[in-house]
């Protein structure tokens, strides 16, 4: 007897357990729920422009690129140096990526350069190559010309195939007075003559998109950008325009024609591929990178093959996206360039774009001179890799 009241006494108690545990539980559940609703955007015109997120109905071709149509030899890439170069040259060899070029993280001269060139150039050689940037901390030392051509050329020596100069040159770096250092001061003239001298390109950034010197408000297209995304936003914090900047940039390349300049970025004329065309027409001396730029490129797609197509040989492949290489990137890149898809995403993360993309579908010819044949003409180190026009069949239109 005393058993079965003993049975009934614990089964009661554990019964009264599970209903008092499970209160706590469906409580829980319920503040989840309700948490999760309210966090769930407004709809109709509460809706937040943050919140925007529209999925397009539009039904049109997708060509999926897995590599490359030719062999690719990418000029502008910021290499995480702690990475392993095998899984990278991996990575490399399912994108038919020949080679990559480290531009470094604005600390590439000196003993970082070396340990790079020694880890990365020198084991695998025509898989990777590294450019040297200059010591923004010399830059108001009374003697820093001599000492960044000093440094430049003890870099070079060393392994690097090119000099790399950042934006911050016009938009960053201030002068002892506090003033910003134009692109075009004299203090860089003996940098730009040693590379002439030397033998090597200078790969230059300078200037930012108009929409980052224009007030963040209803009028800017890369109001996202600036705000969700906190992209660098010049309005207001610097003295000088992207027109003026511009100027400066074109003065340097006028004043040194013996030097190759790349301008990174199709020279940051996307948003005006006319002003860019002058520049080729007028200085020899000039190339372009598209680095980043298939974003700007894709959305005016008429107007960029023509460009692309009229200055072949004067354009380099560079993706300047991530630190070590992504595929889904570089597959973006190939469908621009390659295919004629249209109204697809970009993917280059917080870029917060207001447009989407379409496809340039260049011709065999060009592809394979943006690809790698310019670059093999600027840079000597890339003629030693043997050549390869082999091609993976089109996809079709």
Sequence with gaps: MRSAQSHTVAALSFLFLVMCSSVPAEAQAKAGAA???????PEGPDLLLRDFAPRTHLDVKRTPIERARFPVIDVHFHMDGNADPLEV???????????????GMKDMWGETLKSYAEKWVKRFPGRFAVMANLDEKQINHPDFSRQAVAQLREDVRNGAMALKIYKELGLVWKDAHGKLIRPDDPRFDPVWDACAELGIPVLIHVNDLKSFFDPIDRFNERYLSLTLDRRSSWYGTVDITHDQLMQHFENVIAKHPATTFIGAHVGMHYEHLYSGARWLDTYPNLYYDIAASCKHLGRQPYTARRFMI??????????????????????????????DDEYFEHVEPNAGLPWKIYGLYLPDEVLQ?????????????????????AARPRAGR
């Design 35 to 41: 948490k999760a609703a309210a966090d769930q955007p």
């Design 89 to 103: 040259a991996r990575i490399m060899d399912g994108l038919n990526l020949q080679t990559v070029v480290n531009l």
């Design 310 to 339: 009229r200055y072949q040989d004067r354009m380099l492949f560079g993706c300047d996206i991530g630190r070590v290489p992504n595929p889904e990137v570089y597959q973006y890149m190939f469908r621009v360039l390659e295919t």
């Design 369 to 389: 001179k943006v690809y790698s044949l310019n670059a093999r003409k600027l840079f000597p180190q890339f003629r030693r890799v043997p050549a390869t026009t």
